[in-house]
């Protein structure tokens, strides 16, 4: 063994190969970098030839240098591979939190990449010729869809929360229901948040009843705020009572230092029932009810960017401006570049332009017709597996429309020598990755919010992978 270890080569001796100057080439990384992926391969070698898990030539056997630049360019691929990776949605859930939400539209793209690769006017004034504010770019179209007075976008909702309660009720009482005490993703507790604001979180009502009276008889000289916030990712049903805004915001306004604020959580730009799906608030009704000031995620049923939502009264807005934190949870010109694009996208009723909107509201013949299309593609290509096109239900996903269920058409797909687990994994892991469910011991591919460009990706990488199937056997 130890002799074997002595055969290892120099490195200042690998350095001066032919083989290593392919490498820095194929590579197109620098002689320090590639040198110091070198030191690596020879490292992990040795320590496998150390313990004895090495599977490869040994130094005095054929095939040894170039044992050591295959593991250098494994070790290259893993350090220097991007992380993000695209991937082919046919899980059936259209805002998949996990997978990134709403995804942007074409004209959204271009608008984005425009603002990312040239100078632009995000804190300059063209007309006067001075600095500007980047809160205007998308406050006129907000303020135009929502008839709110003013507004202003931060990193996301929870970011609007926080700034909200942090500005406008530190060291004062804020009044919520407890039925509406939420936690959403990634441990979010409104109550948390609160307690990380300052402000004096005053609980009324029981889970699944509260009352006007109980806001009511809250209200001491303490309070700044009542607070409703949107149940997002779950309902209760059954017997039940809360208070709407249009009550809360007169009682508010009984009281003239009190503010009304709504956490409306998604919300929404686009009347979803009139397609009859859903049952969620408008912006602009929440405001036309009298509230104060609204919040709600850009990235979720709005269909942009992550980003939170302010919109509301001017002088609330104007104070919200000029706090410190306004600085710290600001966003970045691309993301006002996105924000922009999908309001101009509202105004001029295009919301079909909007992918996850789209995928919402698309018709069960639609994804009938695109799903027939994607199985007589499939068998036309002389594949092992077997397809069955079945009734099912979508998700629209992001802790929005808990109970809403989207009806859909599956394509049920099997493989002889695959089972529904090794299939929904070689899926995952291909490139594009591509995801699908398991539902009932069936791989279910729903092609809801999948593109006509990302299906015939999609027929590619089931060829591949049943050839590959073919091949192993």
């Known amino acids: 063994m130890s002799e074997r270890l002595r055969q290892l080569p120099p490195i200042h001796q690998l350095q001066q190969s ?32 150390l313990n004895g898990t090495w599977e490869g030539p040994f130094p005095d056997e054929a095939g040894f240098l170039e044992s050591i630049y295959k593991q250098a360019s494994l070790i290259h691929q893993r350090k220097y591979s991007l992380s993000l990776q695209r991937i082919i949605n046919a899980s059936g859930t259209i805002l998949h939190t996990n997978l990134g939400r709403a995804r942007m539209g074409h004209e959204v793209l271009q ?21 500007g504010s980047r809160h205007e770019h998308a406050e006129r179209f907000i303020c135009e869809i929502t008839g709110a007075e003013a507004a202003m976008v931060v ?20 009044i919520v229901s407890r039925s509406e005490l939420v936690e959403i993703g990634g441990s979010f507790r409104v109550s948390s948040i609160m307690e990380e604001s300052g402000a004096k979180l005053v609980e009324v009502g029981t889970t699944n009843k509260t009352h006007l009276h109980d806001y009511h008889d809250s209200i001491t000289e303490e309070t700044s705020m009542i607070m409703k916030v949107h149940q997002s990712n779950f309902f209760i049903k059954g017997f039940t009572s809360s208070v709407g805004t249009d009550m809360l915001s007169r009682l508010a306004n009984d009281h003239e230092r009190i503010i009304y604020y709504e956490d409306l959580g998604s919300g929404a730009l686009y009347d979803f029932s009139r397609h009859g799906i859903g049952k969620e608030p408008l912006v602009k009704n929440v405001m036309d009810k009298g509230a104060d000031l609204v919040s709600f995620s850009g990235d979720k049923l709005l269909g942009g ?30 993301t006002l570049a996105a924000l922009e694009m999908t309001m101009i996208h509202y105004l001029k009723g295009e919301v079909e332009k909007i992918p996850s909107i789209y995928g919402i509201i698309r018709t069960l013949d639609e994804i009938k017709c695109q799903s027939q299309s994607f199985i007589g ?23 929005t429309m808990p109970d809403v269920e989207l009806p859909t058409f599956m394509v049920t797909i099997k493989h002889p020598h695959l089972t529904e687990h ?34 015939e990706e999609l027929l590619k990488v089931l060829c591949e992978i049943d050839l590959e199937s073919k091949h192993q056997r």
């Open 18 to 49: 032919d083989e290593f100057a392919l490498f820095l080439k194929a590579h197109s990384v620098s002689f320090e970098k590639g040198s110091e992926i070198l030191k690596e391969s020879v490292a992990h070698i040795r320590d496998g030839v």
């Open 111 to 131: 608008h984005v990449v425009m603002a990312a690769g040239s100078y632009t006017n995000l804190e300059y004034n063209l007309e006067k010729g001075s600095r």
């Open 155 to 174: 990193n996301n909702n929870a970011a609007a929360v926080f700034l909200i309660l942090s500005a406008l009720a530190k060291d004062k009482e804020v």
């Open 305 to 334: 960017p992550q980003a939170g939502i302010i919109a509301g009264k001017r002088e609330l807005i104007d104070r919200l401006k000029k706090h410190q934190l306004a600085r710290v949870l600001r966003v970045d010109k691309m």
């Open 377 to 399: 593609e499939l068998k036309q290509a002389d594949v092992s597996y077997q397809l069955e096109l079945s009734e099912g239900v979508s998700q629209v996903g992001g802790g």
């Open 422 to 455: 090794e299939l929904h994994e070689k899926l995952r892991l291909h490139e594009p990755a591509v995801m699908s469910r398991i539902h009932e011991n069936r791989l279910i591919l729903d092609l809801r919010a999948v593109t006509n460009e990302e299906q």
